[in-house]
């Protein structure tokens, strides 16, 4: 009984065994079926970082060549620019009044001063650095400020010089931004802006200590080191306030062997208009014997212009010559004879020229009969037959209307004292509120007149 009973239980032994192998053998399976999975996903996932791989160091290597060849293209061509604004940043007077030459030594000694500060201040800038110098100005305005300040003995001097300064260097130019007010600043502003993103330019000369309002635009900066480091304040005249409490976070620097040091200052007589120079009407010296200013006759009507090398065939021919030539015609005296007509005049007894109402298409229509002034408004043009200017054409009352006014653009020596009733030229500016006072051919005392008539006055 004892081995029957052996038996039972060798066999329960060894079924016992055969399970415990059987579900051995069923976690191996179930072991080896996750590992093979788990084998082909990441096989997959290597063949995809092999891929990404091999596609990113294409990518990368293509990245790099684009690198190589940007920072090729961005140390090409390197260049510092002088900013300079011309109305307030002048050059010394030698330089004016020498002319067109007076401009070339003027851009010459300028790319002289800047190479200098290039190898002392900027030693690491490549050696084929150019150099680039931008002055703007209002032209007109300048060379009318500098023949009343007596620093020329003519207007055209300093556009000559304009002229020379930029025919001297193929990256200079002056460059003339017409009248009106802050004309140069805003321009100067833009283009300021521009260069001073510009990957090419290493530094810019900023030439404008006589204008605080380039404070607003050089304090967005302040904190900005990387763009302050490109700005060099250029010092002409001292500093304005406000830029000189800006200065310390830029760079800046001077040259005072051709920069003006102190601002132009205009004489100005009793009644605020410049006497003429001994030499401003020169050429008619050498025609014709001078005619009593009240003979004068302006031709700004006609709208053309005479060289002041030409000597002028009359004083209509003289008249035509413009302002930047010929600040105003010759005085007017007081007449020999009262006249019929009365001087209207304000409560502070100035002069008033009353407005005269007409059509553009009008004035440009009369403008282009070129009639004679003295002539037609004032009836004793000393030149007869032989005036350049049209005298027997019959005009219309609303034609003379127009031709009064043409004539009062240009200005009355003797202001709004005026006297001589038969006086054809202006006593205040014709353009009123719209004018540009500092290019404006009529003195300060001229403008913004009170036009209310209070009394008429006969002599």
């Known amino acids: 009984m004892a081995d029957e009973f052996d038996f039972h239980r060798r066999f329960q032994l060894l079924k016992d065994s055969e399970g415990a192998k059987n579900q051995l053998i069923e976690e191996l399976l179930y072991k080896c079926d996750a590992l093979s999975h788990n ?8 063949e995809r970082e092999v891929y990404y791989n091999r596609d990113i160091q294409k990518v990368k290597s293509e990245l790099e060549a684009d690198i190589r060849r940007m920072k090729a ?14 109305d307030g940043m002048v050059f010394k007077d030698d330089l004016l009044q020498n002319g067109e030459k007076g401009g070339k030594d003027a851009a010459a000694l300028l790319w002289s001063a800047i190479h200098d ?36 003995d ?42 001073l993103h510009d990957c090419h330019c290493r530094q810019i000369l900023f030439g404008c200590s006589h204008d605080n309002g380039y404070a607003r635009l050089l304090e967005e900066y302040t904190t900005d080191v990387a ?29 005072p062997n051709f920069f003006r040091t102190t601002k132009i200052t205009v ?28 003979q004068a006759t302006s031709a700004l009507a006609n709208g053309s212009s005479l060289s002041a090398a030409t000597p002028p065939s009359s004083w209509a021919s003289a008249a035509m010559i413009p ?28 002069r008033i020229d009353p407005d005269i109402k007409h059509d553009r298409s009008d004035l440009k229509r009369v403008k282009a009969i070129k009639m004679c002034n003295v002539h037609h408004l004032r009836g004793d043009c000393p030149y007869g037959n032989a005036c350049s200017h049209v005298h027997d054409y019959k005009p219309t009352a609303g034609e003379l209307a127009i031709l009064k006014m043409l004539a009062r653009q240009c200005v009355c020596r003797s202001g709004t004292d005026c006297e001589d009733t038969k006086c054809i030229y202006g006593h205040r500016c014709y353009m009123g509120s719209a004018c540009y006072r500092d290019s404006c051919r009529f003195p300060d005392e001229m403008h913004n007149i009170d036009t209310q008539i209070v009394r008429s006055i006969r002599i």
């Open 323 to 350: 302002p930047a030539a010929m600040a105003s015609p010759p005085a007017t005296p007081k007449p020999v004879s009262a006249g019929p007509q009365g001087i209207p005049r304000n409560r502070k007894g100035q």
């Open 39 to 46: 084998f082909q996903q990441l096989s997959l996932d290597r």
């Open 227 to 255: 763009s302050a480091s490109r700005i060099c304040l250029l010092e002409g005249v001292p500093f304005e306030r406000e830029l000189d409490g800006l200065r310390s976070n830029f760079k800046s620097t001077k040259f």
């Open 73 to 86: 293209s961005m140390d090409r061509n390197p260049f510092i620019v002088a900013l300079i604004d011309g």
């Open 117 to 152: 500060y290039i190898e002392r201040e900027l030693p690491n800038l490549p050696s084929d650095c150019k150099i680039v110098g931008r002055v703007y100005a209002n032209l007109r305005g300048l060379s009318e400020t500098c023949f009343k300040a007596g620093i020329v």
């Open 267 to 294: 004489q100005q007589t009793n009644n605020g208009v410049q006497p003429l120079s001994h030499n401003q009407y020169a050429p008619l010296n050498r025609t014709v014997s001078q005619p009593t200013p009240s």
């Open 154 to 195: 003519h207007p055209s001097k300093v556009e000559d010089f304009a002229r020379g300064f930029t025919r001297s260097k193929h990256l200079f130019d002056f460059v003339d931004v017409g009248s009106g007010k802050d004309r140069a600043d805003d321009k100067l502003a833009e283009v300021f802006k521009l260069h």
